[in-house]
């Protein structure tokens, strides 16, 4: 079985500063990474993914994310932040070969001027 | 291309009630998932059904049920309402059972 924890429960930054996000999981077997964002009253809109090949992986926004094998993390960073990006974010694992998703509690991020 | 539709967005119930959730995958896509999203429980997958057939359920009661119809849109059941069913139901759908999840909107159940 997978697991995957967010530490944060809510993290408050300015506007324009550099944000992470941290995300570790835990699994026996291969993983598939997600980073999902869900913005007031929506559904969740997938932001990046990593399946394989190269470790740091862009997705929308501007925000990027990096697989560390070793660390099993898989940190969300944004080089800087707008209001717009006030949302709540979601890490996602999916086993290898598997399709369900297992989800962390989420990191609420307020982003203030 | 439309994404993801869920009907409908909100629904109150009392306990005990039954509720019907519903679900419109987007075109093409065969596989739909349920997931629930409860406050301070996060999100947790429900269910997952493929070509018609349920293919895997989480760790929920047998009082959540559904189906999926022959031209893929689903439906979520929810028996005998209890008040700690109150939560956010998310549907997502995709091409085949291993390809990336697009979601609805959700359905926002309140069991009074």
């Known amino acids: 079985a997978q697991s995957v924890t967010q530490l944060d429960s809510q993290v408050p930054v300015f506007e324009e500063a550099p944000v992470e996000l941290r995300c570790n999981y835990s699994s026996s077997v291969s993983v598939y990474l997600f980073w999902y964002v869900q913005y007031p009253n929506q559904g969740l809109q997938l932001l990046l993914k990593y399946l394989s090949g190269s470790t740091l992986v862009k997705g929308i926004n501007g925000f990027e994310a990096e697989f560390n094998k070793s660390q099993t993390s898989f940190h969300l960073r944004k080089p800087s932040v707008h209001i717009s990006d006030t949302a709540e974010y979601f890490c996602a694992v999916r086993a290898g070969g598997g399709n369900k998703l297992t989800f962390g509690t989420g990191t609420q991020l307020k982003v203030e001027l | 291309e439309a994404g993801v539709t869920q009907s409908p967005t909100h629904l109150i119930k009392t306990r005990g009630q039954q509720a019907t959730l519903r679900c419109s995958p987007i075109?093409?896509?065969?596989?739909v998932y349920w997931y629930q999203q409860a406050l301070g429980l996060g999100l947790q997958f429900l269910l997952w059904?493929?070509?018609?057939?349920?293919?895997n359920r989480g760790n929920f009661p047998p009082r959540f049920s559904g189906r999926q119809f022959p031209n893929y849109s689903s439906e979520l059941n929810v028996n005998a309402l209890e008040l700690e069913d109150s939560a956010l139901y998310l549907c997502?759908?995709?091409?085949?059972?291993?390809?990336?999840?697009?979601f609805g909107p959700g359905t926002r159940l309140t069991v009074l």
């Open positions: 997502a759908s995709s091409p085949g059972p291993f390809n990336e999840q697009f």
């Open positions: 075109s093409g896509h065969t596989s």
């Open positions: 059904y493929d070509e018609g057939e349920e293919r």
